[in-house]
């Protein structure tokens, strides 16, 4: 079956515009995993959804970055007013449900540059 | 907050040898994961540990949990330049917890 999916792969935007990532989870899953990795980095937790809900915002940086999850699929990471240390790839990933009983299946990726 | 620590961070070696890459967490949790990582792509699964002392090996490739120490290996033998690539763990405790990554490369 197909994997996690994620768009634009590539996005390139000047400073101050707003930004819409979206993923694709595995059909079936119900938790989705948002991450955020600078160059040379390791991954960067921002925000989970287990169906539609997002219990924990905590790792989103910045009230510009929001994200949502709508029939309990498809996810949109809003970024707002970009700003250049927004630049990395977005990782999404998803798992059967919230557990660490579960792997995480990642997509390709979103690479953001902010000029 | 839980804290993951990956050593060495950058590893380069020869074809042909063998290594060891360490992956330290500061709490318990009885699962860890090793994905890996190409330029570019995203991040391919290897191995999920599920126990304490739980070893599991594919190909050249072997990782091992130690929940007592916090502590597990990925041990690399005989590298080739296919395994060129930067590998992560990741441990499980409510949420998934990363380490920094160790980027390998193997020179022929």
């Known amino acids: 079956g197909a994997g996690v999916s994620q768009s634009p792969s590539n996005k390139v935007t000047e400073k101050g515009k707003d930004v819409e990532l979206r993923c694709d989870p595995i059909?079936?899953?119900?938790?989705l995993y948002w991450y955020r990795q600078s160059l040379g980095q390791g991954l960067e937790f921002l925000i989970y959804?287990?169906?539609?809900?997002?219990?924990?915002k905590s790792g989103l940086p910045s009230d510009r970055f929001s994200a949502e999850r709508t029939g309990g699929s498809v996810s949109t990471l809003t970024i707002q007013r970009t700003q250049q240390e927004d630049s990395a790839v977005y990782l999404c990933?998803?798992?059967?449900?919230?557990?660490?009983?579960?792997?995480?299946?990642f997509g390709p990726g979103t690479r953001l540059t902010v000029t | 907050e839980l804290k993951v620590e990956q050593n060495p961070l950058f590893l380069s070696m020869q074809e042909g040898k063998n290594y060891t890459i360490y992956c330290n967490y500061s709490t318990t949790s009885d699962r860890l994961y090793w994905y890996r990582q190409d330029p570019g792509k995203s991040l391919e699964s290897l191995f999920v540990l599920l126990s304490n002392g739980a070893v599991k090996q594919e190909g050249r490739l072997m990782a091992s949990l130690d929940t007592k120490a916090r502590l597990s290996t990925l041990h690399i033998t005989a590298a080739v330049h296919d395994l060129s690539a930067t590998y992560f763990c990741?441990?499980?405790?409510?949420?998934?917890?990363f380490g920094t990554g160790t980027s390998l490369t193997v020179i022929p």
């Open positions: 990741a441990v499980a405790y409510n949420q998934f917890y």
């Open positions: 990933a998803s798992s059967l449900v919230h557990s660490s009983s579960y792997e995480q299946y």
């Open positions: 959804f287990q169906g539609n809900s997002a219990p924990d």
């Open positions: 059909s079936g899953h119900t938790a």
